[in-house]
T-cell receptor, first 112, second 115 residues
Framework: QKEVEQDPGPLSVPEGAIVSLNCTYSNSAFQYFMWYRQYSRKGPELLMYTYSSGNKEDGRFTAQVDKSSKYISLFIRDSQPSDSATYLCAMSQDTGRRALTFGSGTRLQVQP | SQTIHQWPATLVQPVGSPLSLECTVEGTSNPNLYWYRQAAGRGLQLLFYSVGIGQISSEVPQNLSASRPQDRQFILSSKKLLLSDSGFYLC??????????????FGPGTRLTVL
């Protein structure tokens, strides 16, 4: 079983829709949770990070963490064609080396 | 501002040939440096990380090696490439954080195809 599971998609939605992206994980030691956006043939860029459980909002993006269920989500409101990309969840634990464990990514396509 | 460079951007190599990928960071000092590999349709796999010059930790046993000859230079190498080495190689850096978490910034990547 992978440490982090993520539906690969593709997920296709019309412009303006609310998008929900999710990851589940098995390692209860994870404390920091991140979402990266990766455009085709580019390096990932950090969208949001959260610590422990709870919600965090930044513009059209909301990240949720439910540590009791080992489940994290990223919501995108009023989705735009420019949001079309692969979204990777990532997690880290307090081990000192600060490396991240990534999900495989969900490909999102927002249709104009 | 900080920037991270990787080259080459794309590379096609025959099986058994050597490999050298380079990553450099500008605008910061004493960063943590990371090499990841991303296979098609899969997440990023950490290969190596470094907290200082000459300090390399390997995460996955394989025919790849890494070196950090200068503070802001990180090199990924192989003496003989395998078909399974094909993928998208990403270098990342992070600063020295007071707490357990610090953001990792990724380079543009090198797409390696081994034939």
């Amino acid at each position: 079983q992978k440490e982090v599971e993520q539906d690969p998609g593709p997920l296709s939605v019309p412009e303006g829709a609310i998008v929900s992206l999710n990851c589940t994980y098995s390692n209860s030691a994870f404390q920091y949770f991140m979402w990266y956006r990766q455009y085709s043939r580019k390096g990932p860029e950090l969208l949001m990070y959260t610590y422990s459980s709870g919600n965090k909002e930044d513009g059209r993006f909301t990240a949720q963490v439910d540590k009791s269920s080992k489940y994290i989500s990223l919501f995108i409101r009023d989705s735009q064609p420019s949001d079309s990309a692969t979204y990777l969840c990532a997690m880290s634990q307090d081990t000192g080396r600060r490396a991240l464990t990534f999900g495989s990514g969900t490909r999102l396509q927002v249709q104009p | 501002s900080q920037t991270i460079h990787q080259w080459p951007a794309t590379l096609v190599q025959p099986v058994g040939s050597p490999l050298s990928l380079e990553c450099t960071v500008e605008g910061t000092s004493n960063p943590n440096l990371y090499w990841y590999r991303q296979a098609a349709g899969r997440g990023l796999q950490l290969l190596f990380y470094s907290v200082g010059i000459g300090q390399i930790s390997s995460e996955v046993p394989q025919n790849l090696s890494a070196s950090r000859p200068q503070d802001r230079q990180f090199i990924l190498s192989s003496k003989k490439l395998l078909l399974s080495d094909s993928g998208f190689y990403l270098c990342a850096w992070s600063g020295r954080a007071r707490g357990p978490y610090n953001e990792q910034f990724f380079g543009p990547g090198t797409r390696l195809t081994v034939l």
